[in-house]
């Protein structure tokens, strides 16, 4: 069974850092196309970062590049997100999600083929 377990999330100060981890088990996450998204109340859920299985290519959407770094820890079978200068607009619940391959838009990244999401973890970010 495919599974993307999620933590990481919580409150943080605007301008501090938090790092998101996302635990694939029942496949091995670098063969795939890694993802994070992120979603508020009544909006889309969007692309931030994408990242290709051959770890070539990576996207980052204007609103987060330069602050977010994706990762991947091969040994332990995990993505992560470092999130730094935190934002208050950076508040959403993050998801990760994995697929055949990724392709953009003019504002986000899009996984194709999804296979999986995770169960999503809420970053508030306030004072």
């Given at each position: 069974q495919l599974q993307l377990v999620e933590s990481g999330g919580g409150l943080v100060q605007p301008g501090g850092s938090l790092r998101l981890s996302c635990k694939a088990s029942g496949f091995t996450l670098d063969n795939y196309a890694n993802g994070w998204f992120r979603?508020?109340?009544g909006k889309e859920r969007e692309g931030i970062s994408c990242i290709s299985s051959a770890n070539d290519s990576t996207y980052?959407?204007?609103s987060v590049k330069g602050r977010f770094t994706i990762s991947r820890d091969v040994a332990e079978n995990t993505m992560y997100l470092q999130m730094n200068s935190l934002k208050p607009e950076d508040t959403a619940v993050y998801f990760c999600a994995?697929?055949?391959?990724?392709?953009?838009?003019?504002?986000?990244?899009?996984?194709?083929?999804?296979?999986?999401?995770?169960?999503?973890?809420l970053v508030t970010v306030s004072s």
């Open positions: 979603q508020v109340p980052y959407q204007d994995v697929g055949m391959t990724f392709t953009t838009d003019q504002t986000m990244c899009i996984i194709k083929r999804l296979q999986v999401w995770g169960q999503g973890t």
